[in-house]
């Protein structure tokens, strides 16, 4: 699948907090998303014969190939369960179907309304009309008798004990909250845009789970991103510079599973995001490694994790995501690592994490806000701690 595919266009709705978007319905700005990714690419929604999501996403393909009059479909594809693990695995799916000849132009989507919804992941969250959001995972009942009812309670376990065992701080947090909340400043598209954060405000907010406190936390939002992607051969022709989809890679440990759930804290992989078996294959499929990119898109739901995929992914040992992360390191445009330029789930929108990989693509066209000069490899890892969970690497076209 090396070089053989590429994105060839993104689109997205506004971006709005919770509940700040109630004249559309969620399944509009996904194809509201789709249509716009389409215009970016020079092409018809109409030639459009596939659709890549994850997470048991609400806007299933045959409707949206209905909606927009999508003459053939063949391929409809889900990542279930992981969370927004998912997310570069969706990408993947495209790629591979492109690749194998089952498709031929793919709609990688998400779109998630809160606001209309209810808190993705939230155990017992119900709609405006009062009906449950889904159905709780069979996986959760391991851990509601214990109180986690949040993925912030969730991974808040995770990361205490990666704070255990290496003295990891929560002020290294905040650096992960302030070069996302500074590289929203530049966006004007982030919901965050015009609001600073400084490490003296991130240490003072209030207490979420411990040791996250609000801004450790990603954000709640409504809005809807999609890619379209293409065979690298039928990229040439069109409008924008082809974004190559170089590796991607899916999975995690398979002793471990799904962390969220079980905690398995004596398998020697936790804590972590669950992300190192998957490095590794996408660093062998990529044919280069951590020190090779140039900027990196890190799935944040919430800061302690973004830590663990440092490590997980090579940037750093384990145990140093740390101090890794000091010293602006991830700031835009003179750390060594740009991290998370649009803003990320924490500062831009939380689309699930969609929007990490629009922004890796902008960053390869040289068209992001906070834009890294000469840019030719991008880094978009899925959520962490979950299983599965998923990268891939992009490639300047």
């Not at 965050?192 to 954060?197: A, D, F, K, S, V």
């Not at 000469?374 to 690497?393: F, I, N, W």
């Amino acid at each position: 699948m090396r070089d053989r595919v590429c994105v060839v266009g993104v689109g997205e709705s506004e971006y709005r907090r919770w509940g700040g978007i109630s004249d559309r319905s969620e399944f509009q700005l996904a194809c509201e998303a789709i249509v716009a990714a389409c215009a970016d690419a020079g092409l018809s929604p109409h030639e459009l014969d596939g659709f890549a999501s994850y997470s048991n996403d609400r806007n299933d393909a045959p409707r949206l190939a209905a909606a927009l009059g999508c003459p053939e479909l063949r391929l409809a594809s889900m990542v279930w369960d992981g969370g927004g693990g998912g997310v570069c695995a969706a990408v993947a799916h495209a790629a591979q179907a492109i690749h194998a000849g089952a498709a031929s132009c793919v709609a990688v989507v998400r779109a998630l309304c809160q606001g209309q919804y209810g808190r993705f992941g939230r155990v017992g969250g119900r709609t405006r009309g009062g009906q449950p959001t889904s159905a709780t995972p069979a996986g959760f009942g391991f851990i509601l008798p214990f109180g986690l009812l949040s993925p912030a309670q969730m991974c808040a376990l995770i990361t205490r004990r990666h704070m255990h065992e290496f003295g990891t701080t929560h002020r290294q947090m905040g650096h992960v909250a302030v070069a996302a909340r500074t590289h929203a400043l530049r966006n004007p598209r982030a919901v965050m845009h015009g609001r600073p954060l400084t490490l003296e405000d991130h240490a003072s907010a209030r207490p979420i789970a411990d040791p996250y406190r609000l801004y450790d936390c990603c954000l709640e939002t409504d809005g809807a991103c999609a890619l379209v992607l293409v065979a690298a051969d039928r990229a040439r022709d069109l409008r924008p510079r082809p974004v190559h989809v170089l590796a991607a890679a899916e999975g995690g440990e398979g002793t471990w599973g799904a962390s969220l759930f079980i905690h398995a804290a004596p398998s020697p992989a936790y804590p972590s995001s669950n992300g190192a078996p998957v490095a590794r294959r996408l660093w062998a499929m990529a044919g280069c490694g951590p020190g090779d990119m140039d900027v990196v898109q890190l799935y944040e739901n919430f800061t302690g994790m973004v830590l663990m995929t440092l490590e997980d992914f090579g940037f750093c040992a384990r145990g140093e995501g740390g101090p890794f992360v000091e010293d602006g390191k991830l700031g835009w445009p003179d750390g060594a690592l740009p991290f998370n330029t649009s803003g990320g789930n924490l500062s831009e929108a939380y689309v699930h994490g969609l929007n990490l990989v629009v922004e890796g693509v902008r960053e390869m066209r040289g068209e992001s806000t906070c834009q890294v000069p000469d840019a030719e490899l991008c880094l978009v890892a899925g959520g962490p701690g979950t299983s599965p969970t998923s990268a891939v690497v992009l490639r300047r076209g």
